[in-house]
């Protein structure tokens, strides 16, 4: 079964700190697809990244980047010299063959000024 | 701006009654998804549809339903409301089945 585990429920940093979040997905099948979403205290649902299970490239987008990894079906997100405006909790979700996008429960990040 | 239209924004109802979600996705956009937000559940995955026709199901209470129609916005109907009920109603549309999913401002349900 599908299954998205967001260790981290909140975490803290001080601005201008590197901060990494955690993501950990279960799937039976080989394709499948991996994003990441944020949810500032405004209340929208952000697209931030897509990624399909064949392409195992690390992406970079500004400060933000992430390290996909199928040996330890991992999709981590890092965040580079954080800002306040980052904070917001952030999800993780997966879509495989049963066409769901199926999410993790959340990491609440706060940057602290 | 994601392109994803909800309506209403915010609805005060009360238990027992029923009421309409309506969605309109992005322009192109044939997938729906709807979800319910809830503090304790976090982002349950309800429907999804595609062009027209039910694709996936999640665990939408039989007292829930959805339709997409054929301009393709789709609206999603729960009835016998409940206090549990309350929440944030998100839909969300992709142009290709595990495209990205790109969501709606939400509507936030009340029942009181």
Redesign the interface.
């Given at each position: 079964a599908q299954k998205v585990t967001q260790a981290q429920t909140e975490i803290s940093v001080v601005e201008k700190e590197d901060v990494t979040l955690d993501c950990v997905y279960e799937t039976r099948d080989t394709t499948y697809?991996l994003?990441w979403?944020k949810q500032p205290p405004s209340?929208?649902?952000?697209?931030l990244i897509?990624r399909n299970s064949f392409d195992e490239q690390n992406e970079i987008s500004g400060r933000y980047s992430w390290n996909f990894q199928k040996s330890t079906s991992s999709f981590n997100f890092t965040i580079t010299a954080s800002q306040v405006v980052d904070s917001a909790v952030y999800?993780c979700a997966l879509?495989d063959r049963?066409?769901?996008?199926?999410?993790?429960?959340?990491t609440r990040l706060h940057i602290l000024p | 701006d994601?392109g994803v239209t909800q309506t209403p924004k915010h609805l005060i109802t009360a238990t027992g009654q029923r009421v309409t979600l309506r969605c309109s996705p992005r322009s192109g956009d044939l997938s729906v998804?709807w979800?319910q937000q809830s503090l304790d559940q976090?982002?349950q995955?309800l429907i999804?549809y595609?062009n027209g026709e039910e694709?996936?199901k999640?665990n939408i209470l039989e007292r829930f339903s959805a339709q997409q129609f054929p301009d393709l916005h789709s609206e999603l109907n729960l009835s016998s409301l409940e206090l549990g009920d309350s929440a944030?109603y998100?839909c969300?549309s992709s142009v290709v089945?595990?495209?990205?999913?790109?969501?709606?401002?939400?509507t936030r349900l009340t029942v009181v």
């Open positions: 697809y994003f979403y209340g929208e649902l952000v697209f897509r999800f879509n049963d066409d769901k996008i199926i999410f993790g429960k959340g | 994601s998804y979800y976090g982002l995955f999804q595609y694709r996936a999640g944030l998100f969300a089945d595990r495209g990205e999913a790109f969501f709606g401002q939400g």
